[in-house]
Nanobody
Framework: QVQLVESGGGLVQAGGSLRLSCAVSGRTFSTMGWFRQAPGKEREFVAVSWSGGSTFYADSVQGRFTTYRDNVKNTVYLQMISLKPEDTAVYYC?????????????????WGQGTQVTVSS
């Protein structure tokens, strides 16, 4: 049975940092994505990593967020720095095998339950 469990969310002041974790059990995936959903908004793509080591980021987080994997622990991380109030959202990790269109939610097969990130101004 596949499970994705996020952790690491919390309340932080603007300019601060957080690291989110997504522990994956049941199997490994070539494509691991991060999405976020703010109140009243659509869930949006944040970042993705592929098993070969490549990564890709949304323009809004480029240069501030970094995603990476620990293959031994089968865990994916999202390191966030220079956080802004507009980064406030529930953050979700997602797993799949897509190489293209990784910004599209439907291209992921499994989702975590989400973790809240709140950035105060």
């Amino acid at each position: 049975q596949v499970q994705l469990v996020e952790s690491g969310g919390g309340l932080v002041q603007a300019g601060g940092s957080l690291r989110l974790s997504c522990a994956v059990s049941g199997r490994t995936f070539s494509t691991m994505g991060w999405f976020r959903q703010a109140p009243g908004k659509e869930r949006e793509f944040v970042a993705v990593s592929w098993s070969g080591g490549s990564t890709f980021y949304a323009d809004s987080v480029q240069g501030r967020f970094t995603t990476y994997r620990d293959n031994v622990k089968n865990t994916v991380y999202l390191q966030m720095i220079s956080l802004k109030p507009e980064d406030t959202a529930v953050y979700y990790c997602a797993a799949g095998s897509a190489r293209l269109r990784i910004e599209v939610r439907a291209n992921y097969d499994y989702w975590g339950q989400g973790t809240q990130v709140t950035v105060s101004s």
